[in-house]
């Protein structure tokens, strides 16, 4: 199973953290007026506010990914129960909570408001294919139909975070940081 974006993304901020070309440096260097360094102040506090709030969601993130590895890829009527379990008790309880959390965050910069609906987005058809997989081996036989869709939506979420982490990246680009 691909591991999450966000803690990737943490990760690369966390990096990227010596490679932050400071806004005032930045502004003089260019003599740019006033009035756009303190727009570039605060679209960087916002931005360093927002990914702050994306750290909280990676204990969660976490938590339903290593969940998720130790899951057979192959779908038997041997393995369904365990799967079940892992889904039941671990993934979507820790998936649900991460979305539920992420609707809380409500950015006010535009930019990172959209790349958030994003987001949002993304990690609640993510949890949409997780809960067609836990459908799919609730029952003695595996119903692979529910999990085909369910793929269908794991695979689409993941379209939609990556579209998600190249706008996040585009734009901690444009307030200085250097990937």
Known sequence: MKKSWIISLITSFVLLGGVLLSPATSADAAKVATSTYSDLDQSY?????????????ETYEAKAFTALESIDTQVTSTNRKSMYLKLTNTVIPNYTKLVSKAKQIKPTNPQIKKIHATFVKASYTQLEGYLLYQ?????????YTLLKQGNAKVNTASVLMDQCEQQLY??????????
């Open 170 to 179: 585009a734009y901690a680009r444009s307030l200085g940081y250097d990937s």
């Open 45 to 57: 506090a916002e931005f360093k506010e927002y990914t702050n709030q994306l750290f909280v969601l």
């Open 135 to 143: 459908k799919a081996v609730s029952k003695n036989k595996v119903n």
